[in-house]
């Protein structure tokens, strides 16, 4: 492992374009021998775009897998960079909407996609802001300290387990921490609600609108997609949710899961289709996924 991240670092110092052309080669490898994966994707890709044929979505699936490689050697860029070549490859799309970031406890609602390293990044090299984040610590420690330090690099970030619960969560936003969220992965039952997404009753975590509904925060989607040609990255701060949650935490667990969806027709490829995102069914309802599939 510790030789894998050797590479990544040096590979960071390639011009972005043949970087991203040789991450794309990776994947391509990958969608033919992770056939596990694969079928996770297809698998997901059906369930969510029905009324595409196979091809189309044979063709989607490909696309994932080559921006998702891509993405993972392109993480050296996100951790070694200087400041300077980061501030040329990450543009943000209109304005960081600081004063609803600043003007109280605020959420940065992430979903999914690949590039979901880059918004963090994109808000601290562009404001005084530092943030905090639910971590998942790795199982191979040198994997975890390049992690660590990549992330918080620029600025001091708040790193916090799940297990911790809600309270360290509410007290870093109460100090002025924006909440970075990643509310689109099945956790299970526990905290969640079958809500639809794509048409299909998905297991959805309803803690961006609890926390919501006792902080009083702002909701602040944020998502940042590849630019053309190789050029970096371009993130677009979203206009913070009016009325959110409101009285229904259902219901606005539901509006979320709305605003994911038209956000991955958008660019259906960078979404991260290789999780199973439902794995936890309904009572009575059977597995989509089959036997032996990976667990993630």
Request: glycine share 4%; with cysteine.
């Given at each position: 492992m510790r030789a894998l991240i050797a590479v990544i670092w040096l590979l960071h110092w390639l011009p972005l374009p043949l970087l991203g052309r040789l991450g794309e080669a990776l994947g391509s490898l990958?969608?033919?021998?992770?056939?596990?994966?694969?079928?996770?994707?297809?698998?997901?890709?059906?369930?969510?775009?029905?009324?595409?044929?196979?091809?189309?979505?044979?063709?989607?699936a490909r696309r994932h897998f080559r921006a998702y490689a891509r993405s993972a050697l392109e993480r050296g860029v996100l951790w070694w960079a200087p400041e300077s070549r980061l501030k040329k490859l990450i543009r943000v799309d209109g304005e960081i909407p600081l004063d609803q970031l600043r003007s109280g406890p605020a959420i940065l609602l992430c979903p999914h996609f690949v590039g979901l390293e880059v918004p963090g990044i994109a808000l601290v090299l562009?404001?005084?802001?530092?943030?905090?984040?639910?971590?998942?610590?790795?199982?191979?420690?040198?994997?975890?300290?390049?992690?660590?330090?990549?992330?918080?690099?620029?600025?001091?970030?708040?790193?916090?387990?799940?297990?911790?619960?809600?309270?360290?969560?509410?007290?870093?936003?109460?100090?002025?921490?924006?909440?970075?969220?990643?509310?689109?992965?099945?956790?299970?039952?526990r905290d969640s609600e079958f809500v639809p997404f794509f048409g299909i009753p998905a297991?959805?975590?309803?803690?961006?609108?609890?926390?919501?509904?006792?902080?009083?925060?702002?909701?602040?989607?944020?998502?940042?997609?590849?630019?053309?040609?190789?050029?970096?990255?371009?993130?677009?701060?979203?206009?913070?949710?009016?009325?959110?949650?409101?009285?229904?935490?259902?219901?606005?667990?539901?509006r979320m899961n709305a605003f994911i969806e038209d956000r991955v027709r958008e660019t259906p490829a960078e979404y991260f289709w290789t999780h199973k995102r439902f794995k936890t069914r309904p009572p009575g309802m059977p597995d989509l996924y089959g036997p032996g599939s990976p667990d993630l």
């Open positions: 990958l969608y033919i021998i992770m056939k596990p994966r694969r079928r996770i994707c297809l698998t997901n890709l059906a369930l969510c775009f029905p009324d595409l044929d196979q091809a189309a979505r044979t063709e989607i562009n404001s005084e802001l530092s943030v905090c984040t639910i971590y998942t610590r790795q199982k191979n420690r040198i994997v975890d300290d390049a992690l660590l330090k990549g992330r918080s690099r620029f600025r001091p970030v708040t790193l916090l387990t799940r297990a911790q619960g809600v309270k360290p969560i509410i007290r870093a936003m109460r100090e002025g921490k924006p909440f970075i969220m990643l509310p689109d992965m099945d956790f299970g039952l297991a959805t975590l309803t803690a961006p609108a609890r926390i919501a509904a006792a902080t009083g925060a702002n909701v602040v989607p944020v998502i940042a997609r590849y630019q053309p040609d190789y050029r970096g990255w371009h993130v677009t701060f979203y206009p913070s949710w009016e009325n959110f949650p409101g009285p229904d935490i259902t219901e606005a667990t539901r």
